[in-house]
T-cell receptor
Framework: DQQVKQNSPSLSVQEGRISILNCDYT??????FLWYKKYPAEGPTFLIS?????DKNEDGRFTVFLNKSAKHLSLHIVPSQPGDSAVYFC?????????FGTGTSLTVIP | DGGITQSPKYLFRKEGQNVTLSCEQN?????MYWYRQDPGQGLRLIYY???????QKGDIAEGYSVSREKKESFPLTVTSAQKNPTAFYLC?????????FGSGTRLTVV
């Protein structure tokens, strides 16, 4: 049973525009969330995180929003750049492990 | 530089053979994890270890085995009992804010 879901397998955005990647979760016990970025044949790298006590966290061009009542988080990238093209995974934590979504492949078109 | 080293990057195995994937870390992290990535399925947890000489099954442990004799090392053996072993395997260790991942091993059964 997939506890963390990313319903959009892919997303294409023009350079300079906003990219919005979405993630839904089912377990209300999740209290910490992260986004990872992954290039082909490489391991994921940490991008940004948010604790359940917050509803927004910002780091440069990246902002993560958390809506606990809807069990939904989103990653906003603005402005999008061609180097942002990668697969993005959201992950949620409770206890000893993180649960990952299936990933969204972002393509930023120059 | 501190990090996680996975070797080899590419591995080919004949059907019916066991194969061991290496994961070494010099980050002094206690907890280590093995994930498998398949297209459209995100990252699925195989095994994890929170401390030396202890490990726990993840969601898809069947056909795999691990050991944790040293803090720095967490090798994964893919046995002949694993029915569909061709995948990208990622090793990770737990940081204060999430995971640090290795660069992965692509295993192909021929």
């Amino acid at each position: 049973d997939q506890q963390v879901k990313q319903n959009s397998p892919s997303l294409s955005v023009q350079e300079g525009r906003i990219s919005i990647l979405n993630c839904d979760y089912t377990n209300s016990m999740f209290d910490y969330f992260l986004w990872y970025k992954k290039y082909p044949a490489e391991g994921p790298t940490f991008l940004i995180s948010i604790s359940s006590i917050k509803d927004k966290n910002e780091d440069g061009r990246f902002t993560v929003f958390l809506n606990k009542s809807a069990k939904h988080l989103s990653l906003h990238i603005v402005p999008s750049q061609p180097g942002d093209s990668a697969v993005y995974f959201c992950a949620a934590n409770t206890g000893n492990q993180f649960y990952f979504g299936t990933g969204t492949s972002l393509t930023v078109i120059p | 530089d501190g990090g996680i080293t996975q070797s080899p990057k590419y591995l080919f195995r004949k059907e019916g053979q066991n194969v061991t994937l290496s994961c070494e870390q010099n980050l002094n992290h206690d907890a280590m994890y093995w994930y498998r990535q398949d297209p459209g399925q995100g990252l699925r947890l195989i095994y994890y270890s929170q401390i030396v000489n202890d490990f726990q099954k993840g969601d898809i442990a069947e056909g795999y085995s691990v050991s944790r004799e040293k803090k720095e090392s967490f090798p994964l053996t893919v046995t002949s009992a694993q029915k569909n072993p061709t995948a990208f395997y990622l090793c990770a260790s737990r940081t204060r804010i999430g995971y640090t991942f290795g660069s992965g091993t692509r295993l192909t059964v021929v």
